[in-house]
């Protein structure tokens, strides 16, 4: 069995139909929903495309794989799900984005070189490369955002777009009525169609990419085909830019009480310039209008994409999953982008389709167990039929309950933001270190903690889905918060750093030493068996005790 | 300046006439405390060889390293000593012992191979090896325990001691009145003189390695010379074998209230079978004497390494830093061995000499501070004038303290310990990642956590310097156990794996991406400078949004 992991970008888990959209009808991802299993309660380990991902790719918590941010490099040595799954003969191919920022120093200090497999391997965060574009080329004063080679923009250029950059001039930005560029950047301009054929845009090409890959693929394969979209700039080509409009946009999900006695962090969040554009319902009306229809693409797209597996056979054999690296606040809870918490940034869709017999029972159906993103590595490895490394992955496997079992599960979720790069960071008047979040869920309870010496957010999402009334502005909740807090000690006490040593290998040893000649509790040899100390008798041969100098 | 990191193994903090052995005269370890300063609360990171020396060479608490126990592999790329030492321009050597036991998976996976230097200082802990002697020459019937070349046996087949494992059958063991073997496993033969000549024997072997290392050494050095004794077994050359004898014995300090109502984890150990032999008087008469004896040698052999460096001018320009791995319970507390956390097996010696005029004022002083082993990687760095990489060594320096000041400081020390892989951990029918044990120690109260759910131990130092009274059994003291564990919550929390980016790095990255063409927060692009959008304007060239072919 192979395993296509799509994910998405900056995808909430509201807006597909499965899920319930009023007006967004997403008909692939609810055909893949239909034939497999799709979680309500799948929560990623950090609110952030690049740690998120890290987390995704290495199996492991933020606070276990140390790349706690966009742009952190992932440790050297540290093992992904590319290593894990080439243990079990499966190789890992990646088309698309991982975010991934290389260890130079590390790869230096090993001799490593991204022109060797392994070193190459390492760069990219153990994936095997059939195309690496992070879907960002960002340019300004200073140079590209990304200082990678772009290969989207090498096809775009192939296709005759004559710009030194037309991802940015053509793929996310629209035409005035002046004929000059109206970038995607602005969000006036997300109601105009992006100024390129639709089929050149990102989504069909990188669609295109992974059909070539699944075409000449060795099976068994795993290809993590990973987009850009619907992460802005927020503008998509016709005839997708009107496809949507001010009447699809659901009114925020945010509350005057949000902003009073608000904790800190949240508050300079608030205050931040994306919050302030998407407290504004000019914004809203605009952007989220394009935000539906770069989903509506990536459905079209996905469609394509599962067409082709249908008329090749790979559906038969071939697990599926889709999901996002985060989701977006689009002004909800007075906010713009992820960072933080709440359901529409922390929560992500998650999809999984497994071809085999195994999953018959559970096709169609909703699971609302507490998911971390970090079960899908170990689900991969699990799916392959090997021993999940259960010192190294710190996720579970997800197959159980594709499978209609009831396994023994989680009480909580943990995610983690550090925030220490950023303008809040500056606002805020703190030290690094200091700059983390934490965020522990229960299922009904979801409590934040802050470094800093701050006090901590509770919500009950029991009482309160909408997560307006922060219970932890008094005191009414103490118990809950203690409670929480002595679960997030518990969490801060895994171990999550002795790679090298499975528990089965642990326990294999005790006892080893013993016939080793290590014995250091005899008293006179007599409490173990001879064979245990034969080594250490017998005829001494000269004696050096009767002289000082050796002499009998 | 260079420094000499001199190590010895199970040696307890107060068996040295300086920390007021009321027999024992160690002369020369007070020679180096009278020059430089003596700190009477160094605690080790965990009380066992392996996992206490990987956090000494990394700098790095053992939940950090992962590195947790005899035996378990230093994974790959973990950054030692060596590498912040080698980055400042000073080589680091190593003559003896490391317990180091290199990631073979991760080597390979990394395709590093143990004869390239990269691959050698993978597999040496960060070390060139000047020699590597784990000292622990132990074999049974499955062979030796340590299964790399020993130099030491090598040594002594070359001076003529004739047998498989002259380490075994010479260095340490003596000889009985039939001729035989008298192995030094075997406490009865403690008191025995060792079958072999006191110069050939392995501290002052180890001592002319030491010696050979410096005069030929390329300033500036770091050499860990790195002792096996007084280690187990507890067997000494003449002169020292009878240098001691039961007058010189203390009373154990042990007490029938500890037995009382035992803590589970605390009960099995002294209920195993070194805890049941240390129990015995007899085998305290013996050992103990010969413990000693075995000091005394060192001391002996350090005096010869002091004369070598004032005679060679290297007193004036080395650090010279005394410590140990650990101690020895040598049947305090009803235990034998070290492993847990009372005062005889967690506390260390620490002695430093700094040379250098800025440490003038505290020479022969003695300080108090609660030091923990990871300062020393830290202390080596700043003393190289290099910044002290604090998102990766989590000690702090110690030079302030050498240098006359009152640094801010920490509120208490932390150690670990891993015994899963250990017969107690079967005795209590533990899964291994239930077999740990947390200690926190603020200077006064000293608390155990015990992973596996059983309740903690808690010690108040200053009421009951001997730790018999374990005031968790009851709940008289449940406010101070609620302050440790938040404590101890809080350095759960701690950043430990973001090794890549260092908080300099993270201020200064900060607003970079807006000069990039980041700007995720625009309307109209009037919220910015012109030249932050330059490359997002002008004219748009070839209208594709007109038709869906691109045709005008």
Not at 50 to 56: T, W
Not at 267 to 288: L, P, Y
Not at 325 to 337: I, S
Request: net charge negative; hydrophobic share 35%.
């Amino acid at each position: 069995m192979n395993i296509l992991f799509i994910m998405y970008d900056q995808l909430r888990f509201d807006y597909l139909s499965c899920a319930g959209h009023p007006t967004l009808e997403t008909p692939n991802f609810d055909r893949v929903a239909a034939r497999g299993v799709r979680f309500t309660n799948a929560y990623v380990q950090s609110p952030i495309c690049g740690a998120s991902r890290m987390s995704f790719y290495t199996g492991r918590y933020v606070s276990s794989h140390g790349a706690a941010w966009n742009g952190f490099p992932l440790r050297v040595g540290e093992m992904t799900m590319g290593d894990h799954l080439r243990k079990t003969g499966m190789e890992c191919w990646l088309i698309g984005k991982t975010h991934m920022r290389v260890d130079a120093e590390g790869m230096e200090r090993l001799g490593l070189t991204p022109d060797s497999v392994i070193g190459a391997r390492q760069a990219e965060c153990g994936f095997d490369v059939w195309v690496r574009d992070d879907g960002l080329w960002a340019q300004g004063p200073d140079g590209f955002y990304d200082s990678n080679r772009s290969p989207y923009n090498e096809f775009l250029k192939s296709k005759g777009y004559e710009a030194e950059n037309p991802w940015a001039t053509n793929a996310n930005a629209s035409v005035d009525e002046d004929g000059d560029i109206a970038s995607g950047w602005m969000f006036e301009n997300a109601d105009k169609p992006a100024n390129i054929r639709e089929e050149d845009s990102e989504t069909p090409w990188l669609t295109d990419q992974a059909i070539e890959f699944i075409d000449q693929a060795r099976a068994p394969w795993c290809a993590h085909v990973s987009y850009i979209k619907p992460h802005w700039p927020y503008i998509v080509p016709a005839p997708y830019h009107d496809m949507f409009g001010p009447a699809d946009v659901p009114a925020a999900v945010r509350h005057d009480v949000e902003r009073e006695d608000v904790h800190p962090v949240l508050g300079v969040f608030q205050e931040n310039k994306i919050a302030a554009a998407f407290q504004r319902e000019d914004v809203r009306d605009k952007v989220i209008p394009a935000y539906m229809g770069l989903i509506r693409q990536c459905d079209d797209q996905l469609g394509r994409l599962l067409d082709h597996l249908e008329a090749s056979g790979r559906m038969e054999d071939t697990m599926i999953v889709l999901t996002s690296d985060h989701g977006d606040y689009l002004g909800d809870h007075w906010l713009g982008e992820k960072d933080l918490f709440h359901e529409p940034s922390v929560k992500v869709p998650l999809i999984i389709y497994d071809p085999r017999p195994e999953a018959e029972a559970t096709r169609g159906s909703v699971c609302d167990a507490l998911v971390e993103s970090i079960d899908l590595a170990a689900t991969f490895v699990d799916a392959r039929g090997a021993d999940v490394p259960d010192h190294i992955l710190e996720g579970r496997s997800l197959l159980p309950w594709l499978h209609g079992e009831t396994p023994a599960w989680r009480d909580y979720v943990i995610s983690e933001y550090d925030y220490s790069a950023s303008g809040q960071a500056v606002k805020l008047g703190l030290e690094p270190k200091a700059c983390r979040l934490f965020m522990i869920f229960d299922g009904r309870y979801k409590m934040m903690h802050a470094e800093g010496g701050f006090r901590p957010m509770l919500f009950d999402l029991e009482t309160d889905p909408d997560e307006f009334h922060d219970l932890a502005k008094g005191d009414s909740h103490q118990h809950e918060i203690d409670r929480l807090y002595g679960l997030l000690a518990q969490w801060g006490w895994r171990v999550s750093q002795r790679v090298t040593r499975s528990d089965a290998e642990i326990k294999a040893s005790r006892g080893g030493s013993l016939c080793k000649g290590v014995l250091p509790f005899l008293v006179d040899g007599s409490e173990v068996p001879e064979e245990l100390t034969s080594i250490y008798r017998g005829p001494a041969g000269v004696d050096y005790t009767k002289g000082r100098s050796g002499d009998d």
